[in-house]
C-alpha cells in the first residue's frame, strides 16, 4: 500500500539546489529578462543613479524587471510588489534573490513616468516584428478610473458661490458692529477673530472659483485638480478617462492614453494617431462603440484616411408621421403655375 507524501523537514541536500533549474524554460520572467536587457535604458530616459557613499541604489534594469513583472501579474501595489520579491518564485530568479524595498520601487515609478511610455512602445513594436499584432481590426474604449480624492472634498462652483454670499453677508454684519462699537467705545477697538477668518475664508473661495473659472469648470479637488467629475458605475465621481486601443489578433494593447475629459466624444482620432505612432501604420478598421461617434471626429477620420467603423446611437422615436418615414420621389413632384390646381 502506498504511502502518502509529506513534507520531510530533515531532509539534507548533499549539493545547494540551483534556482535556475526551478523556473521553466518557458515561464514570461525568461522573456521580461531578455527583452529588458536587449533596451538601452539611458536612450529610453531613465534617470541613473549614482551613489558614492552609503549603500549602493538598486539598478535600473533590475527594477524595471520587478515593476514588469508585478505588470504582467496584476499586482498593482508596490508593497505586494516588495513582498513577491522575497515569496514568489519567479520575482526570486528575475531580480537575483534581491528584494527592494516599496519605496524603492515608488520613486522608481514616479521619477521614470516618460521612459516607461518609451518601454510600452518598444514592447508593441517588438510584437509586431514577430507578428503578434496585426492591422487589420483594432477596438477603441474607455474606461473611467477613480481618483485617490474623496468626492465629499470636491469643490462645486454653484456651492462656493453660495457659501460666498453667506460669507461676505456675515462680513458685512461685522463690519456694522465694528463701526458701532468704535463709536460708543473710547480708545483702540480690537477686531474680533472671527472677522479675520470670514476674510481668510473668502479669499480662499474666490481663488478656487477663479481657477475654475480659467480652466472653465464646474468641478475642482484642491488636492487633485486634474481630476474631473464622471459617472463611474452609476455615480458621479472624480475620476480619469482612461482609452485604449486593442488589436483584435492577440488582444494586444498596441496605444493607451489617459485623459480627463469626461467623455470619449474627442478621443477617436487622437487614440488612432497614437496607434499609428507605436505601429508605425495603422489598421484598416478602427472599431469604436456610439460615445465617439462625433460629426467632429468622423469627419477629421475621414481627412486623415483612418478606417473606421462606429455603432451610431439610436436616434429618438418618431410619430408615424415623421419625415424620415417618407421617401422622396423627385419624378412624381407635379408643379402649379399661376395659382391653377395642379
Same mark, same amino acid.
Given at each position: 500500500?502506498?504511502?502518502?507524501?509529506?513534507?520531510?523537514?530533515?531532509?539534507?541536500?548533499?549539493?545547494?539546489?540551483?534556482?535556475?533549474?526551478?523556473?521553466?524554460?518557458?515561464?514570461?520572467?525568461?522573456?521580461?529578462?531578455?527583452?529588458?536587457?536587449?533596451?538601452?535604458?539611458?536612450?529610453?530616459?531613465?534617470?541613473?543613479?549614482?551613489?558614492?557613499?552609503? #549603500?549602493?541604489?538598486?539598478?535600473?534594469?533590475?527594477?524595471?524587471?520587478?515593476?514588469?513583472?508585478?505588470?504582467?501579474?496584476?499586482?498593482?501595489?508596490?508593497?505586494?510588489?516588495?513582498?513577491?520579491? #522575497?515569496?514568489?518564485?519567479?520575482?526570486?530568479?528575475? &531580480?537575483?534573490?534581491?528584494?527592494?524595498?516599496?519605496?524603492?520601487?515608488?520613486?522608481?515609478?514616479?521619477?521614470?513616468?516618460?521612459?516607461?511610455?518609451?518601454?510600452?512602445?518598444?514592447?508593441?513594436?517588438?510584437?509586431?516584428?514577430?507578428?503578434?499584432?496585426?492591422?487589420?481590426?483594432?477596438?477603441?474604449?474607455?474606461?473611467?478610473?477613480?481618483?485617490?480624492?474623496?468626492?465629499?472634498?470636491?469643490?462645486?462652483?454653484?456651492?462656493?458661490?453660495?457659501?460666498?454670499?453667506?460669507?461676505?453677508?456675515?462680513?458685512?454684519?461685522?463690519?456694522?458692529?465694528?463701526?458701532?462699537?468704535?463709536?460708543?467705545?473710547?480708545?483702540?477697538? #480690537?477686531?474680533?477673530?472671527?472677522?479675520?477668518?470670514?476674510?481668510?475664508?473668502?479669499?480662499?473661495?474666490?481663488?478656487?472659483?477663479?481657477?475654475?473659472?480659467?480652466?472653465?469648470?464646474?468641478?475642482?479637488?484642491?488636492?487633485?485638480?486634474?481630476? #474631473?467629475?464622471?459617472?463611474?458605475?452609476?455615480?458621479?465621481?472624480?475620476?480619469?478617462?482612461?482609452?485604449?486601443?486593442?488589436?483584435?489578433?492577440?488582444?494586444?494593447?498596441?496605444?493607451?492614453?489617459?485623459?480627463?475629459?469626461?467623455?470619449?466624444?474627442?478621443?477617436?482620432?487622437?487614440?488612432?494617431?497614437?496607434?499609428?505612432?507605436?505601429?508605425?501604420?495603422?489598421?484598416?478598421?478602427?472599431?469604436?462603440?456610439?460615445?465617439?461617434?462625433?460629426?467632429?471626429?468622423?469627419?477629421?477620420?475621414?481627412?486623415?484616411?483612418?478606417?473606421?467603423?462606429?455603432?451610431?446611437?439610436?436616434?429618438?422615436?418618431?410619430?408615424?408621421?415623421?419625415?424620415?418615414?417618407? &421617401?422622396?420621389?423627385?419624378?412624381?413632384?407635379?408643379?402649379?403655375?399661376?395659382?391653377?390646381?395642379?
Amino acid at each position: 500500500m502506498s504511502q502518502e507524501i509529506r513534507a520531510n523537514y530533515d531532509q539534507l541536500d548533499l549539493l545547494p539546489q540551483c534556482l535556475e533549474d526551478w523556473v521553466p524554460r518557458d515561464y514570461p520572467a525568461r522573456f521580461i529578462r531578455e527583452f529588458v536587457d536587449a533596451l538601452n535604458l539611458a536612450e529610453l530616459g531613465f534617470a541613473q543613479r549614482e551613489s558614492e557613499e552609503g #549603500r549602493p541604489p538598486y539598478a535600473v534594469e533590475l527594477l524595471l524587471k520587478v515593476g514588469v513583472y508585478g505588470y504582467l501579474s496584476r499586482i498593482h501595489s508596490t508593497r505586494e510588489l516588495e513582498k513577491a520579491c #522575497r515569496e514568489n518564485l519567479g520575482l526570486l530568479w528575475l &531580480a537575483g534573490r534581491n528584494d527592494p524595498d516599496h519605496n524603492t520601487l515608488w520613486r522608481f515609478w514616479r521619477d521614470n513616468l516618460l521612459a516607461l511610455r518609451e518601454v510600452f512602445r518598444q514592447v508593441v513594436q517588438v510584437a509586431r516584428k514577430n507578428q503578434l499584432v496585426g492591422l487589420i481590426c483594432h477596438a477603441v474604449d474607455g474606461t473611467k478610473i477613480r481618483a485617490a480624492c474623496s468626492r465629499r472634498t470636491m469643490e462645486h462652483a454653484k456651492e462656493l458661490k453660495e457659501e460666498l454670499e453667506k460669507v461676505e453677508a456675515s462680513i458685512r454684519e461685522m463690519e456694522r458692529a465694528v463701526e458701532e462699537a468704535e463709536a460708543q467705545e473710547e480708545g483702540e477697538y #480690537r477686531l474680533p477673530e472671527a472677522f479675520e477668518e470670514r476674510q481668510q475664508l473668502r479669499e480662499e473661495i474666490r481663488s478656487s472659483l477663479a481657477r475654475m473659472k480659467a480652466e472653465g469648470r464646474e468641478h475642482l479637488h484642491p488636492q487633485e485638480p486634474e481630476a #474631473r467629475m464622471m459617472k463611474c458605475e452609476g455615480r458621479q465621481e472624480p475620476a480619469y478617462n482612461a482609452q485604449a486601443v486593442v488589436d483584435a489578433q492577440r488582444h494586444l494593447i498596441v496605444a493607451e492614453a489617459v485623459v480627463n475629459e469626461e467623455n470619449d466624444a474627442h478621443q477617436l482620432t487622437a487614440m488612432i494617431g497614437k496607434a499609428q505612432q507605436n505601429l508605425g501604420d495603422v489598421a484598416k478598421q478602427t472599431l469604436a462603440d456610439g460615445s465617439y461617434g462625433s460629426a467632429g471626429e468622423l469627419g477629421k477620420a475621414e481627412e486623415k484616411g483612418y478606417g473606421v467603423v462606429v455603432s451610431l446611437k439610436d436616434p429618438p422615436s418618431v410619430g408615424e408621421f415623421h419625415t424620415s418615414r417618407f &421617401a422622396y420621389d423627385r419624378s412624381a413632384i407635379r408643379w402649379c403655375v399661376h395659382g391653377e390646381r395642379c
